[in-house]
């Protein structure tokens, strides 16, 4: 089942590029977050065991929301002609604050979202955001090697493959390498969305004067 936001409430919206945006999490929204989180494709992404119940989600989701100081949460949504915005999935920056550094997450909820660009507009505000409000050095994330979907996605948005772990990880229940993959600030390439919401300008590209 998939949620539509009414299309006379529109979500806080932080950044939108190519009819996807990020917003807030948001607590009417955890029943929505732990049916996604239940699904094959985002345990078998995240080689969870097993599922997680809907009160240890919503506990979960207190957390989330009370601990904001060193974690930025997105809700993903889609633009779609007479629907609205629509919730499509959850992605993440957990920082270290000593180092200025964040572990990236992100999951497409909605199986009609996969395959649609999705995840790499979001991928690219969430990086956009990372070193223009967040001011971190660099942002890292770990991908099953098997996954190259996501990996080409990754790529797409900006993220460069670094190096690979073996055997750390877990694809249908077999041991499976693990990608690691960074992206910096310096090599940037994308909209400079946060640029333009703060000087109200068109939103350029890293580079443009």
Request: glycine residues 10%; proline residues 5%; contains cysteine.
């Amino acid at each position: 089942m998939e949620l539509t936001i009414n299309e006379n409430t529109t979500p806080d919206l932080w950044l939108t590029h190519d009819g996807v945006g990020l917003g807030p999490l948001r607590a009417d929204l955890v029943e929505t977050y732990w049916r996604w989180e239940n699904s094959l494709p985002v345990m078998a992404g995240y080689a969870r065991q097993t599922p997680e119940s809907l009160v240890e989600r919503t506990a979960g989701l207190d957390h989330q929301l009370a601990d904001t100081a060193t974690q930025t949460r997105f809700t993903i949504y889609r633009r779609d002609d007479g629907q609205g915005w629509r919730p499509a999935g959850m992605t993440s920056l957990l920082i270290d604050d000593r180092y200025r550094t964040a572990e990236f997450f992100i999951y497409i909820g909605e199986p009609s979202e996969r395959g649609r660009g999705t995840g790499t507009a979001a991928t690219t505000m969430v990086l956009d955001w990372a070193f223009h409000i967040s001011a971190l050095r660099c942002v890292h994330l770990s991908v099953i090697a098997l996954n190259t979907g996501a990996i080409r996605a990754y790529e797409k948005a900006g993220f460069r493959v670094v190096g690979t772990r073996r055997r750390t990880g877990s694809w249908l229940g077999q041991p499976a390498d693990e990608v690691i993959m960074d992206a910096v600030p310096e090599e940037y390439a994308g909209p400079r969305l946060v640029e333009a919401a703060v000087l109200g300008a068109a939103p350029g590209h890293s580079g443009t004067p």
